[in-house]
């Protein structure tokens, strides 16, 4: 289980920081990330990074280059996106994900998801 926190109601430009921690039954995770949906649309990916010791790669959306920065700590099964400068079009449900085996930037990819978190960003 992976429980994803942070989100809520801000401005344009403003920042937020979202977090997602495993819970319950553990797992090693290989890699983490996050994909966001807004309402209508398809879930889409976000950013994602591996958290394994073995590796170091990052994907990034270029919807939120710049703007977005992952971290996690592979301890502790967790992730964070730091969202800063804001736009309305990042009114989502953000998701986090994680994988066992593999990276990507496709639902198909992870294993397993949390339950998401509204960012709702007003203009």
């Known amino acids: 289980q992976l429980q994803a926190s942070g989100g809520g109601l801000v401005q344009a430009g403003d920042s937020l920081r979202l977090s997602c921690a495993a819970s319950?039954?553990?797992?090693?995770?290989?890699?983490m990330g996050w994909f966001r949906q807004a309402p209508g649309k398809e879930r889409e990916f976000v950013s994602a990074?591996?958290?394994?010791?073995?590796?170091?790669?990052?994907y990034k959306a270029d919807s939120v280059k710049g703007r977005f920065t992952i971290s996690g700590d592979g301890a502790k099964n967790t992730v964070y996106l730091q969202m800063n400068s804001l736009k309305p079009e990042d009114t989502a449900v953000y998701y986090c994900a994680a994988s066992t085996s593999s990276i990507g930037v496709h639902t198909y990819d992870y294993d397993y998801w949390g339950q998401g978190t509204l960012v709702t960003v007003s203009s």
């Open positions: 319950g039954r553990p797992f090693s995770s290989y890699a």
């Open positions: 990074m591996t958290i394994s010791w073995r590796s170091s790669i990052t």
